[in-house]
């Protein structure tokens, strides 16, 4: 079965400042990648998504993301931290067959204003 | 609109009591999904089904049941032989092959007491 890894359960970003939210993922094949977003009690919504298309991947409120198969990875970046971002982010690799998706553990973001 | 629906919020069960959360999609989405979401462990995902009578376990099955009868319905119940059910579940549904995506419920938080 696929894995992924999210590195840092917690990280604190200053209202401006760069975020980066890695995440990576196990697999012999190029999956597909998704990166969603979940507000407190409510469910996920998605950010961005990479499949098989341009390696660099733009989403909404000015996320991107950047497929690397050498390192196995798509990070999640945004040039600068708004307020509004605060929220738990979840990588997302799908199955070797496509019919389904595995969860990172996920990364709560904090801006600090 | 089209969009997923779970209901209810918020479930309160007493254990040994079996309880059925309901999950109803009207995008014509032929894949539905329930997950179970624990603080730090990311999303793990219990059943799916690709089409209307038919389901499959998932990572974490035991102690749950699905049926799907329906294109549009998906319900989960939650068994007495569930050890340790209190936990937020979340509903999803999606075409095949995922490159769309999920579309998530906004989820029901299941408290036993």
């Known amino acids: 079965a696929q894995s992924v890894t999210q590195l840092g359960s917690h990280v604190s970003v200053s209202e401006g400042a760069l975020v980066l939210l890695r995440c990576n993922y196990s697999s012999s094949v190029p999956p597909y990648l998704f990166w969603y977003v979940q507000y407190p009690n409510q469910g996920l919504q998605l950010l961005l998504k990479y499949t098989s298309a341009a390696t660099l991947v733009k989403g909404i409120n000015g996320f991107e993301a950047e497929f690397k198969k050498s390192e196995t990875s798509f990070h999640l970046t945004k040039p600068s931290a708004h307020m509004s971002d605060a929220a738990e982010y979840f990588c997302a690799v799908s199955s070797y067959n496509f019919n389904k998706f595995y969860f990172g553990s996920g990364t709560k973001l904090n801006v600090k204003p | 609109d089209g969009g997923i629906t779970q209901s209810p919020k918020y479930l309160f069960r007493k254990e040994g009591q079996n309880v059925t959360l309901s999950c109803e999609q009207n995008l014509n989405h032929d894949a539905m999904y329930w997950y179970r979401q624990d603080p730090g462990q990311g999303l793990r995902l219990i059943y799916y089904s690709q089409i209307v009578n038919d389901f499959q376990k998932g990572d974490i099955a035991e102690g749950y049941s699905v049926s799907r009868e329906k294109k549009e319905s998906f319900p989960l119940t939650v068994t007495s032989a569930q050890k340790n059910p209190t936990a937020f579940y979340l509903c999803?549904?999606?075409?095949?092959?995922?490159?769309?995506?999920?579309?998530f419920g906004s989820g029901t938080r299941l408290t036993v007491v």
């Open positions: 999803a549904s999606s075409v095949q092959p995922l490159d769309y995506g999920y579309t």
